[in-house]
């Protein structure tokens, strides 16, 4: 995975290229929802009564290869606000997820729920780019950020009034994050290196981390036994993406996490 990391960087660097290239912050701020308030996303993951669902819109993944075969996001999406997830995830690399930056912005088009963009975002075009589309909130990974970079990503995306959900899969990373800044911290349960998930991962980071800050759990999680070793952890919310996207009834599924979710 470290890897696969190191050729999705290499890639992200010619995208932003081409969008330095196609766009100019003008032509961002001319579409329909740069200048149109976001959805809180922060809020939707502060609930008292249940751990929050943040479901994601993924057709695939370089290690799972197509993940659902009948993919419709416009269709998922609804599916997912119909049965009232807090938020949703819309992974937007095409290359190794088979995303695209238009299923973000068709979404966005009727969203009940704030919306956030996955991607590699190595640079401030990106998080235009996630404005200009419909975006409440943007993903960005430490282990792919400088510490400056972090930083400088964050406060482009709070001057346009979206939230981060700021990533990590191990404690080695802790050090380059100001807590007073980023207030969402995603925890990756799946090791970069032998793609083993361990919710174990969450409890350990979230254990090292003293500010007040949301938890947002991520892979792995499925299961009732999942949510009850995470209601005595810090977690707040959890982000699924595969589980929800290999069920045969998506809507049915939805249900279920629901209920693993009250305290």
């Given amino acids: 995975m470290i890897d696969i990391l190191s050729q999705i960087i290499e890639v992200k660097i010619e995208e932003v290229k081409k969008l330095k290239r196609d766009f100019t912050i003008s032509r961002f701020s001319d579409s329909e929802y740069y200048s149109n308030e976001c959805l809180n996303?922060?809020?939707?993951?502060?609930?008292?009564?249940?751990i929050s669902i943040i479901a994601e819109v993924k057709k695939a993944s370089p290690s799972k290869g197509i993940i659902r075969k009948d993919f419709n996001p416009l269709i998922i999406a609804d599916i997912y606000m119909e049965n009232n997830v807090d938020a949703i995830s819309v992974l937007t690399d095409e290359q190794f997820f088979q995303g695209n930056i238009l299923y973000l912005n068709e979404i966005a088009k009727y969203k009940s729920v704030p919306l956030l963009r996955k991607d590699f975002i190595i640079n401030e075009y990106q998080v235009f780019e996630a404005k200009a589309n419909g975006a409440d909130a943007i993903l960005l990974i430490t282990?792919?950020?400088s510490e400056s970079q972090i930083e400088e990503l964050s406060k482009a995306a709070f001057e346009l009034g979206m939230k981060v959900l700021l990533e990590l899969h191990n404690e080695n990373q802790l050090p380059k994050i100001d807590f007073s800044l980023n207030k969402i911290i995603g925890i990756n349960n799946r090791d970069l290196k032998n793609f083993v998930t361990d919710l174990n991962t969450t409890l350990k980071i979230s254990e090292q981390i003293s500010a007040n800050?949301?938890?947002?759990?991520?892979?792995?999680i499925s299961e009732q036994r999942n949510f009850d070793?995470?209601?005595?952890?810090?977690?707040?919310?959890?982000?699924?993406?595969e589980?929800?996207?290999k069920a045969e009834s998506i809507a049915d599924s939805v249900k279920k996490i629901q209920e693993y979710c009250y305290y």
């Fill in 41 to 50: 996303f922060e809020k939707a993951l502060r609930k008292k009564e249940a």
């Fill in 229 to 241: 070793f995470l209601k005595d952890t810090k977690t707040n919310a959890v982000l699924i993406g």
């Fill in 243 to 245: 589980h929800f996207m």
């Fill in 213 to 220: 800050v949301i938890f947002v759990s991520e892979s792995g």
């Fill in 143 to 145: 282990e792919i950020l």
